[in-house]
C-alpha cells in the first residue's frame, strides 16, 4: 500500500509534460525553475528533524501540520530520509531534458513517469531478481517505455527504452528519477547528431 501511494503521488509529475504540451517549452522550464527552487527551500526541513520540530513549534497556532509530516512519511523510502528525495531528483532530470531534448521532452518525461511506477508496481511481484529489482519490473519499464516514446513520436523508441529500463535495472546513482531522465536524454542527443 505503501508503494501505491508513492507512485500516486509520483503520477502527479505528469504535470510536466502536460505544461510542456499545452503552454510551450519556456513555460516548462519556467515551471520546472520554481518548482525546483520551492522543493529546495523545503528539502533541509524534511532531512532535519531537530529544525522541523523548532519551525512545528513556532507556527503551532497557525498550522496543523502533523498531517502533512505522516503522510510525507509514508511515502518516504528509508534510504531518503537521510539524503535528497526522489522529487528534486525527478525534477532537475526534468529540467535538463526540457532544457536539453524538447523534441524528446514530452516522451522522455512521461516514461520517467509512467515507466518507472509500472517497474516498481510490477516488480514487487517478480520472481527473478537482479541487484534488488526484478526482469518483471524490467520488461515492465521496457515495454511501457516503447509505448510512450512510440505514441509522442520519439525517434528510435527501442534504443531509448532499452537505456532507460537498463539505467533503472542497474541503479545508476544519483537516482533513477534524474539517471533514467538523462541518459535518454544524452542517448537521443547522440542519436540525433548520429543520423
Not at 516548462?28 to 532535519?48: N, Q, T
Not at 511481484?125 to 520519439?154: D, I, M, P, Q, T
Amino acid at each position: 500500500m505503501r508503494e501505491l501511494k508513492r507512485k500516486l503521488v509520483h503520477f502527479t509529475g505528469l504535470v510536466v509534460p502536460a505544461i510542456y504540451v499545452y503552454f510551450g517549452r519556456d513555460f516548462a522550464i519556467s515551471f520546472l525553475i520554481v518548482v525546483l527552487a520551492i522543493f529546495s527551500l523545503f528539502e533541509p526541513i524534511r532531512l532535519d528533524a531537530k529544525l522541523r520540530e523548532e519551525i512545528k513549534r513556532g507556527i503551532k497556532l497557525y498550522v496543523r501540520i502533523e498531517d502533512f509530516e505522516r503522510v510525507i512519511e509514508e511515502i518516504t523510502r528509508s534510504h531518503e530520509r537521510s539524503r535528497i528525495g526522489a522529487h528534486i531528483y525527478f525534477v532537475v532530470g526534468a529540467l535538463i531534458v526540457v532544457w536539453f531534448t524538447p523534441d524528446f521532452a514530452v516522451g522522455i518525461v512521461t516514461v520517467a513517469v509512467v515507466s518507472d511506477a509500472l517497474a516498481s508496481l510490477i516488480g514487487r511481484f517478480g520472481r527473478f531478481r537482479f541487484r534488488g529489482k526484478s526482469l518483471e519490473g524490467f520488461l515492465a519499464y521496457f515495454v511501457s517505455a516503447v509505448l510512450v516514446l512510440s505514441h509522442f513520436n520519439c525517434p528510435h523508441p527501442f534504443v531509448l527504452s532499452l537505456v532507460g529500463a537498463l539505467v533503472e535495472l542497474m541503479g545508476v546513482p544519483p537516482d533513477d528519477n534524474f539517471s533514467c531522465q538523462v541518459a535518454m536524454c544524452v542517448t537521443a542527443t547522440l542519436l540525433k547528431l548520429l543520423t
